[in-house]
């Protein structure tokens, strides 16, 4: 099993937290103003943001209320599941390659637990209803209809209710105490941790199997191939240039974005280049930074990057580092 443990330490490739002098204080899992554990998500919450599957929003707060788009549960999805091979190409007329969430729509095809509207679109902008999520968990985990002994008492989709179904009588997400699944309302952030949290094992082997076994995640033990390296920098590269640059606020946000790029560009020149040394000066640049500028900053390396590249380049580079 991948060990996906503070992942979002890795956002900054390079600069941050890769180096040894980065303390176990700065990798710990941040703290929200709007959550605490008397929530009733708490523990799920918590266990994706320590993960790095899910994180919060620069000024602090995680919005456990608020609702999730269908592009940033593809993320999720293919990270607690670890889907990572990509679909060629995609037939959505509202994905383009240019935007954020282009490579994980791709990988959601792939894993085949994403086929869109009967108009050719994505909607990724949409907000995931509870019996749309039903759905896919059901797509992706083939599960075993059990016997209901409580129907819900409110309406569900005519086409939802067999997943609806499913989901409950293997108590992935529950009837409240009316008996109500509210099927048509919008999933909140809160909601979806809570359920995926359930798929993640703390120390354990590995992760519940996608039908098949086909969970499209490779082996943490393969070792990349200098090709292999290569195109994953290339594609972080391009995210850096293309997607995060134009989206932080201050140049010292980018002076260090650009030192990132430059690192991985001259070790792809010579392979004897000192990245250490390289990353420890990026990383001296992203200290003198606010916490505002660095929260920022890591949130949009790490919501256009696709986590599997930053872990390959993480366990190349610096295998010995534990996070």
Not at 112 to 135: A, H, Q, W
Not at 160 to 189: G, P, Q, W
Not at 271 to 286: G, I, L, P, R
Request: net charge negative; proline share 4%.
């Amino acid at each position: 099993m991948k060990k996906l443990s503070k992942v979002f330490a890795l956002m900054l490739i390079f600069a941050i937290v890769f180096t040894s002098s980065a303390s176990a204080e700065e990798i710990a899992a941040p703290e929200f103003s709007d959550l605490d554990e008397t929530h009733w998500a708490y523990e799920g919450i918590n266990k994706l943001v320590g993960e790095g599957i899910i994180i919060g929003y620069p000024d602090g707060t995680f919005k456990p209320e608020g609702n999730i788009t269908r592009a940033e549960l593809v993320k999720i999805v293919n990270m607690v599941f670890e889907f990572t091979e990509i679909e060629e190409a995609t037939d959505f007329t509202d994905v383009k390659a240019e935007d954020w969430f282009f490579d994980n729509v791709l990988i959601a095809q792939q894993a085949g637990y994403i086929v869109g509207y009967p108009d050719g679109t994505f909607k990724p902008n949409g907000l995931i209803t509870r019996e749309e999520f039903c759905k896919i968990l059901d797509v992706i985990n083939n599960f075993v209809e059990l016997p209901l002994s409580t129907l819900p008492a409110d309406e569900v989709s005519p086409w939802a209710v067999e997943y609806v179904n499913r989901v409950i009588s293997n108590r992935i997400m529950l009837l409240d105490e009316n008996n109500n699944f509210r099927a048509l309302e919008k999933a909140t952030r809160a909601e979806v941790c809570d359920t995926l949290a359930k798929f993640i094992i703390d120390d354990a082997e590995g992760k519940f199997p996608s039908p098949g076994g086909s969970s499209g995640g490779s082996d943490s033990d393969d070792e990349l191939t200098k090709e292999e390296l290569y195109e994953t920098m290339d594609r972080v590269i391009d995210r850096l240039n293309t997607r995060v640059i134009p989206e932080i606020s201050t140049k010292a946000q980018e002076q260090v974005v650009e030192d990132i790029i430059l690192n991985m560009e001259k070790y792809q020149e010579n392979n004897d280049h000192d990245y250490e040394e390289a990353a420890q000066k990026a990383y001296d640049k992203y200290k003198l930074m606010s916490e505002d500028e660095q929260e920022e900053l890591k949130y949009k390396i790490q919501l256009h990057n696709i986590t599997q590249d930053l872990l390959d380049l993480k366990k190349f580079f610096f295998p010995d580092i534990e996070l």
